[in-house]
């Protein structure tokens, strides 16, 4: 997970650039929007109370427990339900469309072959045991390697797709979640039309 930065930690870069990086951990923050605005994006800050009880989640959980709770209040604020998440380099990387956000899910990783497969979020997973977690449904398109840049250009040009601008390594360890939580769906459930199928954890 990455650190939890203070102000004593944060470093804005030359005005050529504005982003705000943290020196401890080298990891893109936010950026400055103007000498007196500075915006910080939701998946790199937490905000941790001072009790020394405060609980470390994994990383993967906690971007997809805010990447969630954005989607389902945006989707509630703005009656919008398909969203291009992006870049901070304006590069449109995952199409996501809410289907459900009061999804229940039941998982058993007892035998699950999808720890082996992506071994960068091993740290999520519990390998000896059967849970439920509150969930939103998904589908979602990848839109890295040129792959399906027509329907991102529509996507763009529609009023009702809501934009999310996240880190360029956020969005591409977004994609990895939702590739993994999509192959621990059976077979049957990993896609929907042309789109492919995911849950993301609340």
Same mark, same amino acid.
Do not use: C
């Given at each position: 997970m990455h650190c939890v930065s203070s102000k004593n930690h944060l470093k804005?870069?030359?005005k050529a650039n504005t982003k705000v990086i943290c020196k401890r951990c080298k990891v893109t +923050?936010?950026?400055? %929007?103007?000498?007196?605005?500075? !915006?910080?994006?939701?998946?790199e800050i937490i905000i941790r109370p001072s009790d020394s009880s405060f609980l470390i989640i994994p990383r993967s959980q906690f971007v997809q427990s805010v990447i969630a709770q954005c989607l389902v209040e945006l989707s509630s604020a703005r009656s919008t339900f398909r969203f291009t998440i992006q870049g901070q380099d304006g590069r449109v990387y995952i199409l996501l469309w809410l289907l459900n956000s009061d999804? +229940? %899910?039941?998982e058993s990783l007892r035998s699950s072959k999808c720890i082996k497969k992506f071994p960068l979020l091993e740290d999520s997973m519990k390998?000896?045991?059967?849970? #439920?977690?509150? #969930?939103? !449904?998904?589908?979602?398109q990848p839109c890295i390697k040129s792959r399906n840049e027509k329907l991102a250009s529509s996507w763009e040009s529609d009023i009702s797709v809501h934009s +999310?601008? +996240?880190?360029? #390594?956020?969005c591409l360890e977004l994609l990895l979640i939702l590739s993994r939580n999509n192959a621990m769906l059976p077979p049957s459930l990993?896609?929907?039309?042309?789109?492919? %199928? #995911?849950f993301l954890r609340m």
């Open positions: 804005p870069e030359p +923050l936010g950026e400055t %929007v103007s000498s007196e605005t500075t !915006k910080f994006y939701v998946t999804s +229940l %899910v039941i390998t000896d045991s059967t849970f #439920a977690w509150s #969930a939103v !449904k998904v589908l979602y +999310l601008t +996240l880190p360029s #390594a956020t990993r896609r929907m039309n042309s789109f492919q %199928v #995911a």
